[in-house]
């Protein structure tokens, strides 16, 4: 995946020779910190910046879209998955800071809230978001196919989940403001190491969907997990392949 000079300057802490990555606002820093909202996690240590992820691709683009090279190493198996997950801690105080200032903080899971996102970069953010901890689901309906054969039709949702009410009512707020989709919010609860929580659930129909894809994957070549892309891409028709 090439990665395309950062565009677009932000307030950044201390001097350019004393930060490891580039802190610009970029399709790929903004995919990254979707990411981080999501999978990620801030220590108290002030200066650790951990991505958790059974994908091991998706961290390596995150890597890929920061410049470094740290280490992906094997995360211990959570009580409530079986699958094989892998780690990656960055150490970085400016970008710690960094993210701070935009709205990230440790133990961030059930209280976060809006996010100082620029809208030119939010549907990489969104990107992210997705990939982190949202899901696209795809599937030929023929419920009605007794009544009559030709009633088959096509159908995809986007979810987008949170353990944080404000945060993803603030997601909501966003889509509809830049592209005036609304979608439904719903609560659910769900397993975890702990018992039960509730989590929040945006979703989007067809028709909405198929909009907001073409609007998150609106180039060929963005960082992104690849098998959600493939899911994506029938429905893409904006981006140039």
């Known amino acids: 995946m090439r990665i395309k000079p950062h565009e677009g300057s932000i307030p950044s802490l201390g001097t350019k020779k004393s930060m490891s990555i580039p802190l610009r606002w970029s399709s790929e820093l903004a995919y990254v910190v979707g990411i981080i909202t999501t999978d990620g996690s801030l220590s108290i240590d002030g200066r650790h910046v951990t991505i958790t992820s ?4 998706l961290l390596k683009t995150c890597l890929m879209c920061l410049q470094k090279t740290t280490r992906i190493s094997l995360s211990p198996k959570g ?7 892998y780690r990656v801690q960055i150490g970085d105080v400016h970008f710690y800071h960094w993210l701070l200032n935009i709205g990230l903080f440790p133990r961030k899971s059930l209280t976060i809230k809006s996010l100082c996102i620029p809208n030119k970069y939010f549907c990489d953010f969104l990107r992210g978001h997705l990939d982190g901890d949202g899901s696209i689901i795809h599937y030929t309906d023929r419920y009605l196919i007794k009544s009559n054969p030709s009633y088959v039709y096509d159908r995809v949702f986007v979810y987008f989940l949170s353990a944080s009410g404000i945060h993803i009512q603030w ?4 889509i509809k403001e830049l592209k005036n989709l609304h979608g439904s919010l719903s609560p659910s609860k769900s397993k975890t190491q702990k018992g039960t929580a509730i989590v929040y659930r945006l979703k989007y129909s067809t028709k909405e969907t198929k909009l907001l894809l073409n609007w998150m994957y609106y180039r060929s070549g963005l ?12 429905y893409i028709t904006l981006s140039s392949e």
Do not use: N, V
Not at 54 to 57: A, K, M, P, S
Not at 171 to 174: M, N, S
């Open 171 to 174: 997601i909501r707020r966003k």
């Open 223 to 234: 960082p992104c997990l690849h098998r959600k892309y493939q899911i994506a891409k029938p």
């Open 79 to 85: 009580s409530l998955s079986k699958k094989t997950a």
């Open 54 to 57: 059974t994908d091991e691709q």
